[in-house]
């Protein structure tokens, strides 16, 4: 192998692997600033004095000198000689080991490197803004886009003449047009007749830097309205498109600090948006968002947000995001999103409006359930059922998509209800959401306390249906003072009739007009979720149970949030699943009634019979939509309950072995039960 091909494998295997993960492998390591610190692995110490450097690519111990990067970090302290440790550094980069000479090693410390002749590049760029020729171009950044040399210099922003003034000084510093060409630096004419010539002229450079900060492309813009409007480097051997996003290197830190990242469509987005104060803003490198690309974010926050201009190829962007994300989402991972008003990019927007209202947006971004169903949704013809049911299955067919089967299964359930609400409530179900019916004159009635009525129904031989007693004009509300996981509800006027015999079950006639507004309540804290006993989950299962025997319906909608392992009363688990048998199997919807009598005749000694749940419920009557609220309640706070166990699991994990990945869910999790806490804590209207 070629001593230049050897300085192009091992920057490729620097700029693919980090060295804090290298490190952190052999060393515990906690975040300090902008650096990580732990104990060195080469002398003994009891005070740490040994950092990594992400940024520049580097360890350093201040004790004992110990100083490299990757390469000799595996050699020194895994004892590995020079070829086993680049093997082994392939390996976890997913690159193929080429095949060395013995002269490489020696060979390649002596070769100007490929990041080196960009460094060149960049620097002349730089140069030649400031000359005579490049007065246009430093017009462009300073007038137009209203740019300070302090930004211009940050960003180290520079001018490609209109000549081959670079590749004539490459040349006079002995570097070689093919390592020009294979950088993208000039381009070679297939037709031998014409000469080589400079690949970027007459446009303003915007230099690329790895994670490092190391130069490995340039973005060429023109000044004119001519086309191509950008001209980016091609792909090199130090430079993949799809892998890198422009300004991570600087982006990095403030975004840890800020908790944000957001991704914009281009160079002059994140530069504009920098000099508003937003100095966590990247972008992609002349495509579409990547997976690789995403993947690269969610090392730095769990859901960045993809700014992107409120045209329409700004809209048809966010969807190539979504079908980019969908199968690589998983577990607090995700994408925000934000459209801009009025058309306006981010610099536009900015100079129109300022900091202020720019930051106000980021507060109000939109998260990928709702660009998906947007984009499946909006515009869609959805007069007929078959049209309905093309929407949903195509929605479905997307959710397939996401890989990791508990992400799945959410969205699955989230675009179920979705299409409920927007396609298959009747029309007095729509009605009664948004116009509750009065509360009826009732006078108030106790129910006898949960154990003793529990009690009084075990030892009664009669159908667990004869109990549902058909109430006149005042019958009133029920107030169990020693279950409090049921509130106080009002009881309407209603008429029953009892079938043939008192074994058979009641059926009731549903007053429409006069129902009681359900407002099951779930534990206000965290402390009361931690102290909930597994009694409190089974009162949860059995309202939802009681609820899908009233409205059969209901099974579709939410079996697949209840996770039956979780479950552990081992009766109410198998009555669920009955259920959920009995449904599916059915050739048209069930019923309550009918589902219960096919409990009942399938398992007499069924746990129905002591669901006092279902009595009470027979007696309110409720709306299928106080019910549907009730139960996402019960859901929720069953969630909560299992939130509060992986928080106490994480936060163990932190104390006794500090990983960021653990970290970055713990804070997710406190921060999605909080949501949930505070959502429930807010009064309906």
Known sequence: MANDDLQRFLDEIRARVSVVDVVGAKVKLTKKG?????????HNEKTPSFTVNESKGFYHCFGCGAHGDIVRFE?????????????????????????????DKAEHEEKKSLYEVMEQACAFFEKELRMPAGSEGLKYFTEKRGLSKEIIQKFRLGYAPNNNALMALLKSQGVEEKDMKDLGLIAIPEDTSRRPHDFFRNRVMIPITNKQGKIIAFGGRVMEKIEPKYLNSPETPIFNKRRNLYNLDKAREVAYKEKQLIICEGYMDVIALDRYGFGYAVAPLGTALTE??????WKVVPEPILCLDGDSPGVKAAMRAVDRVLPILKAGYSLQFLFLPDNMDPDEYLQAHGHDSFAALLKKTRPLIDILWQKYTENEDSSTPEKKALIEKTLLSEVAKITDPTVRSYYAQEIKNRIYLNFRQTAWQKDAANHPAPSPQVIARSVPPFASHCEEQSNAAISPYSRVIARSDSDAAISNSRNSHYPQVSLPPRRGRLGEGENKPSYFSRNRNARPALNHTIAASPETLRQSANAEQDKNISFIIAAMLIYPELIDDYEEQIYYDDIKNDGLKQLLQQMADICHEAETPLTGDELCEKLLKQAPNSPVKTLWELGMLKKQNPFINDLRKNVEKSLSEMKLRGMEEEIKKLTAEVCQNFNEETYLRLTELKKERDAILAAAAEPEN
Not at 77 to 102: I, R, S
Not at 292 to 297: G, L, P
């Open 75 to 103: 050699m020194e302290a895994n004892g590995l000689p020079f070829m086993d440790a680049v093997q082994k550094l392939a390996h976890q980069a997913g690159l193929q080991m080429p095949q060395f000479t013995q002269k």
């Open 292 to 297: 690789e690309q995403i993947a690269e974010a």
């Open 34 to 42: 902008r650096e990580y610190q732990g104990l060195c692995p080469f």
